[in-house]
């Protein structure tokens, strides 16, 4: 840890004073909850990987149609990496490969869409995706743009090639407010903050300015100005900083306790002792609040300012579309693809609609068995429009048997998990078809409640409990290891539990959603799983 220009004394204080990271701290209102149900579709990834192509694509588009999965809820058509060219164009603007994609991504967005399905299409949070092409990292709001420009519905935000966003602060000697397209521009010396935490006035001589404010480094100190304008609109905020230190910095600015601005800071030069750095902000008229402090203490804070980011700016490009096409906003449903290595089911609310939980599927038993013990435990933070993301499904690729394809794709609906499918729809055999179609499960998956179940029993055999919004419970009897089991659950333990709050009754009807029979029972439900098997049950109060 550097002192950046802190007093002594506080930077020993920072040391040994344990701050609280914002992901703890961070109130921010949830992303919008642009879908009401976690989404279905198909993307590429998990049968071609980096092999793939417009026609490839539009054939899965025309599967989708004619085997009746859009009747049956799956919407978008997702392009996972590869898709486009190692060049960007003359504009800067992200293109289709150029050869795989020789057509253009609008061009092949309006065909798909005449279908009556949506597109999805993908880049990562870094300065490459994970196939090392172009992606996204400074470049938020131009990908954004053109996203929306394209007609693009659904957006995958992969991690590779991040780079964290420093825990330092520049050191400011003060900062300068000026209309946007104005020479005027109104200075605000550091004398005029109101400091907090480890931040401090600390005295300099020889420079243009007598003191500068440290102190703002890992959310341990911030500096409030009170900036008056009389008019609202867009203003460009100048942060006027004291070059010291040879690293990059970070700041954070909070306008009247709301709007979050920031900026990152490059390695510094002394060439000259001070440097400007600015952003586009918006004030109201009269006196605004804008505080100034470094957010990040660890990674997870970095990752979620960057996510978050994206966001802001998927939103701002829709709503920039329809102003320009007088239409109402087709948001983009926005998918966080860090692999739960930050605890994104912490923040993800606030940044998108959903957040991968682990890392990347594979159709191995053993390891999606890993992928659904890293899921199931985060089940509180599922909600309507926010959903965690156990990652695309794996139903008809590998060596999976039709118990364990089944179970997959029930445990799935179970979690209130997105249903992405990655077999090749063109070629499916029948038995997969059925259980990706199962109408029963997806009615549980789509549930508008938005809750994920709970694992009430765990074992070498799970029981989950999912409550429904028309005060029904499903019941999910999950045998993972090998050999037949006999599993149970008594109806009491759930009308106790708190989270699935199994209405109390006297008798209860009891659906087996996986062969369609019924019947009644008063004290609880018991049944024969076999090996790598699910068996699923809908619950009704008489």
Avoid at 225 to 238: A, H, K, N, R, S
Avoid at 375 to 393: A, C, E, Q, T, W
Wanted: with cysteine; net charge positive; aromatic share 12%.
């Amino acid at each position: 840890m550097k002192p950046n220009g802190m007093c002594p004394v506080c930077f020993l204080k920072q040391l040994f004073t344990k701050t609280q990271s914002v992901t703890d701290l961070y109130t921010a209102k949830p992303y919008p909850a642009t879908i009401t149900a976690p989404p279905m579709g198909w993307s590429s990834w998990n049968t071609f990987k980096n092999k793939i192509n417009e026609k490839l694509i539009y054939e899965q588009a025309v599967a989708m149609k004619e085997k009746g999965l859009a009747e049956a809820g799956y919407t978008y058509i997702n392009l996972d990496d590869n898709w486009h060219s190692s060049l960007r164009d003359e504009y800067g603007k992200l293109q289709g490969d150029l050869a795989t994609f020789a057509g253009g991504i609008p061009a092949l967005v309006k065909k798909i869409n005449a279908l009556g399905l949506k597109v999805g299409i993908y880049s990562s949070n870094g300065t490459e995706t994970c196939e090392d092409l172009p992606a996204s990292l400074y470049h938020e709001q131009t990908d954004a743009d053109t996203f929306a420009e394209w007609g693009i519905e659904y957006f995958k935000y992969d991690f590779c090639h991040n780079i964290k966003l420093s825990q330092y602060a520049p050191l400011l000697y003060g900062i300068s407010v000026a209309k946007k397209g104005s020479f005027e521009e109104a200075f605000y010396p550091a004398s005029a903050a109101k400091l907090e935490g480890l931040a401090r006035f600390m005295p300099v001589s020889g420079k243009p300015f007598d003191q500068y404010i440290g102190g703002l480094d890992r959310n341990s100190g911030a500096a409030t100005f009170d900036v008056e304008v009389p008019e609202g609109g867009e203003y460009v905020l100048t942060l006027n900083v004291f070059k010291k230190g040879r690293y990059s910095k970070c700041a954070m600015a909070i306008i009247n306790g709301a709007d979050e601005y920031w900026i990152e800071t490059p390695s510094q030069k002394k060439w000259n002792d001070t440097a400007r750095f600015q952003m586009v902000v918006t004030l109201s008229a009269g006196k605004n609040s804008v505080k100034i402090f470094n957010p990040i203490k660890v990674r997870a804070d970095s990752a979620m300012l960057q996510y978050r980011k994206m966001g802001q700016c998927l939103i701002k490009a829709a709503e920039k579309v329809a102003k320009a096409n007088n239409t109402e906003p087709k948001y983009i449903t926005f998918s966080l693809c860090e692999w739960g290595v930050n605890s994104p089911y912490k923040w993800g609310a606030t940044a998108g609609n959903l957040w991968r939980t682990t890392p990347d599927i594979r159709p191995i038993w053993k390891w999606m068995m890993f992928i659904y013990s890293r899921n199931v435990i985060r089940y509180k933070y599922s909600s309507v429009g926010h959903y965690n993301d156990p990652d695309m499904l794996e139903v008809g690729n590998g060596k999976l048997t039709y118990d364990e394809n089944y179970a997959h794709f029930a445990t799935w609906c179970m979690m209130a998990a997105p249903l992405i499918l990655g077999n090749d729809l063109r070629t499916m055999p029948d038995n997969v078809l059925k259980i990706i179609t199962d109408k029963k499960l997806i009615a549980i998956d789509q549930d508008p409640l938005g809750k994920a179940a709970k694992r009430v029993k765990k074992g070498s055999a799970d029981v989950l409990a999912r409550p429904l919004s028309d005060g029904t419970v499903a019941v999910c009897f999950f045998n993972k290891a090998g050999g037949k089991k006999r599993l149970s659950i008594d109806f009491s333990a759930l009308v106790n539990d708190e989270y699935v709050q199994l209405p109390k009754a006297s008798e209860y009807a009891v659906t087996d959603v996986t062969d369609g029979t019924e019947f009644a029972s008063s004290d609880g439900i018991a049944c024969t799983v076999r090996k790598h098997a699910a068996k699923v049950y809908i619950v009704k109060a008489k």
